[in-house]
Every structure is written in C-alpha cells, then in structure tokens.
C-alpha cells in the first residue's frame, strides 16, 4: 500500500510564506505526477499545482507567480513553495500521486490526509 504524508501546515499572516512538503512511502514503482489540491470550506476540492516525472509543471490561474512546485524524483517527495499568501488562499492542501507498484499496468491515484493552511488578513 503506498502512502501520502504531508506535512509544513500552518496559520500566517497575508503575505507570508509557507512550504508544504508530501512524502510517498509504500511499494512504488514509479510516480507518474505528483500534486496538489486544496479544498476551502464550501467549495469544491481544487487543482493547485501539479509536476511530471520530467518536472513538466502546471499551475491554477490564482497561484501562478506566487506558488512554486517542486519534486525530489529520488526520494518520493514534492513540495509546494508558497509565496504572498493571501486569505483566499486559506484550505485544506492535499497532496496527490499518480503511482504504479511493480505489478500494476496502469497508475493508480492516492490521497493524502491534508494539512490546513490558514492565511489571516
């Protein structure tokens, strides 16, 4: 069983910074595409950022030139370097991964728990 643990949440001011770091662990062939997504009291769970296994990256519209994805291909691991937080920016991140174990034919998408970030005005 593979899994997510994200970790590096937190309550900030608007115009701080945060980094949220997910660690896969687990059988794990290969991860395709790691992500993130965030989901805001009310409102639907949402794309944030996402990156390939060859760093190929893409952004939501609203975070572009302030969020910045990263990935360690080596150690399972992505990040989500956040930049001029603003209140709107206040959700639950979830990490996501697009993994295949060694006796799968296709990826298969996995969650992690989620980490709140909370952005004050």
């Known amino acids: 069983q593979v899994q997510l643990v994200e970790s590096g949440g937190g309550l900030l001011q608007a115009g701080g910074s945060l980094r949220l770091s997910c660690a896969a662990s687990?059988?794990?062939?290969?991860?395709?595409?790691m992500g993130w997504y965030r989901q805001a009291p009310g409102k639907q769970r949402e794309l944030v950022a996402e990156?390939?296994?060859?760093?190929?990256?893409n952004y939501a519209d609203s975070v572009k030139g302030r969020f910045t994805i990263s990935r360690a291909n080596a150690k399972n691991t992505v990040y989500l370097q956040m930049n001029s937080l603003k209140p709107e920016d206040t959700a639950v991140y979830y990490c996501?991964?697009?993994?295949?174990?060694?006796?799968?034919?296709?990826?298969?998408?996995?969650w992690g728990q989620g980490t709140l970030v909370t952005v004050s005005s």
């Open positions: 990156i390939t296994s060859n760093d190929s990256t």
């Open positions: 996501n991964a697009r993994v295949k174990r060694p006796w799968d034919i296709w990826d298969h998408e996995v």
């Open positions: 687990g059988t794990i062939f290969n991860i395709n595409v």
